[in-house]
């Protein structure tokens, strides 16, 4: 049942489902439109615009996303990495089995690091795809590449998640509450381990019951995979062998560690960062294999480099002509302590089809949603995981950080935007509910 509803959504998808560049530029109109009318100054909302497109710390935080991205494909192209990716990718022979084990792969390394979740469950398609073609076996390789996709569905409950990172880097992000919000009081809440560690059993199951039985999958071997724009996974024999990169990468890794431990340097995007580059670098056989595999990463971020800005700037848009603020101020007006956090999740999943960059988004709404938190007394850091989570949410109805995945299996969005829309369906009532009952 579930997987027909999936092939009727993924038939609409093919159809009317724009290149994610397409979106963009779509959005930034309705951005300054919507912006044009609510305002009634031309002049200011494209003061905003502009504003938000060259914002220096927005810009900065567009770096801090490419290096997590550079840095999590480099270590999932890495040599231990993609030998276990070939080993695992034997283990499925049909779809099912094979959308959920992708799907577990996604969800885990996404939560461990979304760049590393954004394209290591991608590898795996691959694999899947090569082997089934290989010994002649239907697959059906666009429910694979949604489930590939889970990942960016829990990222925001992670080790990388941009918005509880932000909020506890500083008062800056948290101007609501006064102070910065630990990650104790977020990232490592018995609520955020309630919903990941749900979504690591729903996602799954969900992908399995959308997979198409083999019967009627249509000329499975002759999938997108031929074209994979230039991406290389055959990193083993790049450069010259040392020990080197192993060294300086183990002894920063392992610092950074110790430094977490002590509470010398801040959990935050910076020095998750540094961890993950410096694991990148020590999981490589050369220096030269690293930075082959950076430059490969960075090519990945090239679409994410242009379309930042645009996004940046229809953030400016919505911040100058009270377009957030009058969202928010209409649910504070209906909301209660009952209410608040689903509410919070469902304007945050709102919210990130015209600005989907998790750390930005709370840059702008964090003041509002903090400050009505405050005024019902709820608990500053369950309100930042509810905004989390609707962030997260609706990542599989936007297809912007799709790009990497899009790149390495060389399937288009709307081959995967309509089994997309029936996981975001169970992703939502599943963080709904939980929301509602223990937000």
């Known amino acids: 049942m579930l997987a027909r509803v999936g092939e009727v959504f993924s038939r609409w998808a093919e159809r009317w489902v724009p290149d994610p560049f397409v979106l963009a530029l779509a959005l930034t109109l309705i951005a300054l439109l919507g912006g044009f009318a609510l305002s009634g100054s031309v002049g200011a909302v494209l003061q905003g615009w502009y504003g938000g497109f060259s914002s220096i710390p927005l810009l900065a935080f567009a770096l801090q996303m490419c290096l997590i991205l ?31 084990l992708v799907a577990v792969i996604a969800c885990i390394t996404g939560l461990v690091q979304w760049g590393l979740g954004a394209v290591v469950a991608a590898f795996v398609v691959r694999e899947i795809a090569q082997n089934a073609a ?16 889970t990942g960016l569905a829990v990222w925001h409950g992670g080790l990388s998640g941009s918005g509880p990172l932000k909020a506890a880097e500083s008062a800056q992000f948290t101007q609501g509450a006064g102070q910065a919000i ?61 020990f080197l990169g192993l060294f300086v990468g183990g002894v920063a890794a ?32 050369s220096i030269r294999g690293f930075l082959d595999a950076v430059t490969e990463g960075a090519r990945g971020a090239g679409a ?10 229809i953030l400016g848009v919505m911040q100058a002509s009270g377009m957030i603020e009058r969202l928010s101020a209409a649910m504070a007006s209906i909301a209660s302590p009952t209410t608040f956090p689903l509410l919070t999740f469902l304007s945050a999943g709102l919210v990130n089809f015209f600005v989907p960059s998790g750390g930005g988004q709370w840059a702008l709404q964090s003041d509002v949603l903090l400050t009505t938190a405050a005024t019902l007394e709820l608990d500053p850091g369950r309100t930042v995981m509810a905004f989390a989570y609707g962030d997260e949410w609706t990542n599989l109805l936007q297809p912007f950080w799709a790009l990497p995945l899009l790149a390495i299996t060389g399937l288009k969005a709307r081959q995967i935007a309509g089994y997309t829309a029936v996981l975001a369906i169970g992703v ?4 709904g509910a939980v929301l509602w009952v223990f937000g």
């Open 70 to 100: 550079v840095t999590g494909q480099a270590l999932a192209s890495s040599p231990p990495v993609q030998r276990l990716v070939r080993v695992v990718a034997r283990w499925p022979k049909h779809t099912p089995a094979a959308a959920g």
């Open 134 to 149: 290989e010994e002649k076996r239907a697959i059906h390789i666009p429910v694979l590449g949604a489930a590939a996709y």
């Open 182 to 242: 630990p990650v104790s009081e977020t990232l490592f809440s018995p609520l955020n381990l309630m919903v990941s560690g749900g979504l690591l059993v729903v996602l799954p199951l969900l992908c399995v019951a959308l997979a198409p039985k083999e019967a009627s999958v249509p000329d499975p071997v002759k999938s997108p995979l031929g074209d994979v724009h230039g991406v290389s996974v055959e990193v083993e024999d790049s450069g010259k062998r040392t």
């Open 254 to 285: 392992l610092l950074v560690i110790v430094s977490w431990a002590r509470g010398d340097i801040a959990f935050d995007l910076n020095s998750v960062n540094l961890f993950f580059l410096a694991l990148a670098l020590a999981s490589h056989a």
């Open 304 to 313: 994410i480099i242009v379309q930042f800005p645009l996004y940046f700037g």
């Open 428 to 431: 939502g009532l599943y963080v």
